[in-house]
């Protein structure tokens, strides 16, 4: 059974910084990309980031990019979000995916959710 | 403004048929794999769709879904009290850099 579980939100003052981390099992990691989506509250959902099942290549929202890393380390099947220079829009729940192929096309299977929160 | 578009909201009755179009470009719907997800509020998406019509096993046969150009459509059949969720799809899109575009999501009502 695949399993995505998501850790490393909280709150955070503006400008902060928090790492994201998911922990997968029931599927081999490496051959998967990995897929970031959020979703402010009571909002639809949104595209963070994305990697390729190797890591070689890495695909962000225009919301993000310059501020948020993504990163995995396949010999811990775990995936992560460095995210820097929060703002108070980046206020969400932050899902962890599976996409279902080694580069990115979509995702089959979704964890919980961690939640941001961005303020002061 | 989301990239695919969806209607807010559509409606039906226990039994009915109803549909949630999702139109996007030649950039994403019309090259790539499109996605459908069902997300009952307070629970996590879950896929309904994969590849444009391919549903994963679980998922009833009363979800159906097609692609034609740049637009794709899902349908549910029998529809049934706890269909009522968002609904939103999904696809890579080619433009630029590369990202994975949504639909603003549908809000299915049963009435």
């Known amino acids: 059974e695949v399993q995505l579980l998501e850790s490393g939100g909280g709150l955070v003052q503006p400008g902060g910084s928090l790492r994201l981390s998911c922990v997968a099992s029931g599927f081999t990691f490496s051959n998967y990309a990995m897929i970031w989506v959020r979703q402010a509250p009571g909002q639809g959902l949104e595209w963070v980031s994305a990697i390729s099942a190797s890591g070689s290549s890495t695909y962000y929202g225009d919301s993000v990019t310059g501020r948020f890393t993504i990163s995995r380390d396949n010999s811990n099947n775990t995936l992560y979000l460095q995210m820097n220079s929060l703002r108070a829009e980046d206020t969400a729940l932050y899902y962890c995916?599976?996409?279902?192929?080694?580069?990115?096309?979509?995702?089959?299977?979704w964890g919980q959710g961690t939640l941001v929160t961005v303020s002061s | 403004q989301s990239v695919l578009t969806q209607p807010p909201s559509v409606s039906g009755t226990p039994g009915q048929r109803v549909t949630i179009s999702c139109s996007g470009s030649s950039s994403n719907i019309g090259r790539n794999y499109v996605f459908w997800y069902q997300q009952v509020p307070g629970t996590a998406p879950k896929v309904l769709i994969y590849?444009?019509?391919q549903r994963p096993s679980g998922v009833p046969d009363r979800f159906s879904a097609s692609a034609s150009g740049n637009s794709a459509t899902l349908a549910i059949s029998g529809l049934r009290s706890e269909d009522e969720a968002h609904y939103y799809c999904a696809s890579w899109d080619d433009s630029l850099s590369g990202s994975w575009v949504f639909g603003g999501g549908t809000r299915l009502a049963v009435l």
């Open positions: 590849n444009k019509n």
């Open positions: 995916a599976k996409d279902q192929t080694p580069y990115c096309a979509g995702a089959d299977y």
